[in-house]
């Protein structure tokens, strides 16, 4: 199979995160994975460079092999080739006593310590929208080691200050008050890590081993890292861009589209011209 | 021997009074128990506290029809189908409905403290979020924490008192009076028999105080206790059994169906407004019962969903593009 970096006209932007998020997966870990375009990702990186890695569902399925993607972590589909089939509870307890290395998430609004929204936009109390809630975004991102989040990139999801922490990031409230304090400081000896990545449409950005703070990594084809930072609320550091993102090999767009995701659930296919 | 455990529809639908706290089981869009939910919407329920380790289109269901107060859990939305709650959404800015946020793990530790007769459970999640934030106590900040039914706070730090571990998170027990579960089998005892995963149905079934289980099949009780270490619910701590095949329709049920993605899609799409939302029920509630329901829907669809048996999922639904 052909090992080849595609040309910019065989993949589109879905095919670009998905195997950008791949490529955060290590081999033989232990990583949560959401609904979605994370899912096809992890399960590229199982096909490719992390055969061992272990893949736990939300809902309750741990080290699953589904054979076709499921379009939700309830699916029917996620239980065949398991190691075992069970609930919530498991699942949460097993994240909570530390056994989850990655966790891939998806957010609203980031800020640039990497605090996450899903829960509304604009004040919580009289929102102008009101968003999915939580769901198991603030635990995946306080019991795993590193968490990853795919997210659509415009200015304003790129703010200063998300309208609701749904996540804790790298400075986080301390209650009662609500200051701001260094996760570090509140988890305590529960303390893992935090998010470590962050994939959007136009680029991958890390966070600063120190602060917390986020800066810019890579810059998806096309994209210079001036552009995305104008594309940010927030100043964003672009002083330690590495490159251009990774496109995506030939191989791994003959498993997304041909071994994965055929019925284009998650990843649609580029149209050839 | 039978347990005299069953009744209909209506007489599940007439356990959950107007104020009841109800949760159900299954997990986003898939094994709620729809035919009670319609059922309830027929009736007019009203003050529904729904407290649920997550939500779905049971929750939008219910709570487009006016028939929910309170809504106590993490999320809503119809996954690939729907991306959020419109439902919700729209009677939180109108301010027609409370909603109370916890995480995932908090309200599923909820629940399992509840299920263990435990007061509250501990946990060291979501430290540092708006969740926990104290102006965000929407019941407290109502009046409604009687220390009764509804905690007299919706947490407590503390901080380990046995291995120094620093700051932990109390959440209160989640008490509920009805739990409605959907599943694939029950005997006529009440034993319940869950394939796939079981999600959090054997603590919501646990922590309610009356436990209704809607299955596909009322099966002999000697046949499930063969093997009883496939069975998921304990017999008495089912207190109502009802037959009622393709009663988790639009969502969806391991082994036996799958999800109807088109028309969670159509209700997503149509129900946005109180008006959209009101003609989607006259046409599929109100005036219908479950079997006119299931002929309105059709032989073909209904085919469709039907899981293969080897897979436990269906091999005809479009999923994609």
């Known amino acids: 199979m052909d090992t080849q970096y595609a040309n910019p006209e065989e993949y589109g932007l879905a095919d670009l995160l998905c195997c950008a998020a791949a490529r955060e997966v290590q081999d033989h870990e232990i990583v949560f994975a959401g609904t979605g375009l994370p899912m096809v990702a992890i399960m590229l990186a199982q096909k490719t460079h992390a055969p061992n890695l272990k893949l736990i569902f939300e809902a309750g399925t741990l080290d699953g092999r589904p054979p076709e993607i499921p379009t939700s972590v309830g699916d029917a589909r996620c239980e065949m080739g398991a190691s075992r089939s069970s609930g919530l509870n498991d699942a949460f307890s097993i994240a909570q006593r530390g056994h989850v290395d990655l966790g891939f998430l998806g957010g609203a609004e980031v800020d640039e310590y990497g605090n996450v929204n899903t829960t509304c936009i604009g004040d919580y109390l009289n929102p102008e929208l009101r968003l999915t809630g939580s769901g198991g975004n603030p635990d995946i991102n306080s019991f795993a080691k590193r968490t990853v989040f795919i997210m659509v990139h415009e200015k304003r999801r790129f703010t200063e200050r998300v309208s609701y922490i749904t996540s804790p990031g790298w400075r986080v409230k301390k209650w009662p008050g609500g200051d701001f304090v260094h996760r570090r400081e509140l988890y305590g000896s529960a303390f893992r890590g935090g998010p470590s990545a962050v994939i959007s449409t136009a680029g991958v950005f890390r966070f600063d081993d120190e602060v917390g703070r986020i800066y810019l990594d890579t810059c998806h084809a096309g994209k210079t890292p001036a552009e995305i930072r104008d594309m940010c609320q927030f100043d964003l550091d672009i002083s330690r861009v590495s490159g251009e993102t990774v496109p995506p090999t030939r191989k791994e767009l003959h498993i997304i589209h041909n071994v994965l995701d055929p019925e284009q659930i998650f990843i649609p296919k580029v149209k050839k011209a | ?321």
């Open chain 2, 1 to 321: 021997m039978s347990s005299g455990k069953r009744i209909t529809l209506q007489q599940a639908a007439e356990i959950v009074k107007d104020g009841s706290s109800l949760t159900f089981s299954g997990f986003t869009i898939w094994r709620r128990p729809f035919a009670l939910v319609y059922e309830l919407i027929r009736q007019g329920r009203k003050g529904l506290h729904l407290i649920e380790v997550n939500g779905g289109p049971q929750t939008e269901f219910l709570v487009g029809a006016g028939c929910v107060d309170i809504w106590e859990s993490c999320w809503v939305g119809h996954e690939l189908y729907g991306k959020y709650g419109a439902n919700l959404s729209r009677k939180v800015g109108t301010k027609e409905i409370l909603v109370e946020d916890y995480s995932h793990a908090e309200m599923m530790f909820r629940f399992a403290a509840a299920a263990a007769g435990s007061p509250y459970a501990i946990t060291q999640t979501s430290l540092g979020t708006d969740i926990h934030n104290p102006d965000y106590d929407t019941l407290g900040k109502a009046g409604l924490r009687d220390g009764k039914r509804i905690a007299s706070h919706k947490y407590v730090f503390t901080e380990d008192p046995f291995y120094g571990a620093g700051s932990q998170v109390l959440v209160p027990a989640a008490k509920v009076d009805v739990a409605v579960m959907c599943v694939q089998q029950v005997g006529e005892e009440g034993t319940v028999r869950t394939s796939g995963q079981f999600y959090s149905d054997p603590e919501a079934a646990r922590a309610a105080d009356i436990t209704i289980v809607i299955a596909e099949e009322i099966v002999p009780e000697e046949y499930l206790r063969r093997e009883s270490d496939r069975n998921t619910i304990a017999s008495f701590e089912v207190d109502y059994i009802l037959e009622c095949p393709f009663g988790a329709h639009p969502t969806g049920m391991f082994g036996r169906y799958d999800v109807d993605g088109a028309f969670l899609k159509d209700f997503y799409a149509g129900t946005r407004t109180q008006e959209g939302f009101d003609a989607f029920a006259k046409e599929w509630i109100h005036g219908q019962d479950h079997m006119s329901y299931l002929e309105k829907l059709g032989w073909p669809r209904m085919l469709n969903l039907k899981a293969n048996t080897a897979l436990n999922y269906s091999t005809g639904v479009k999923r994609g593009q």
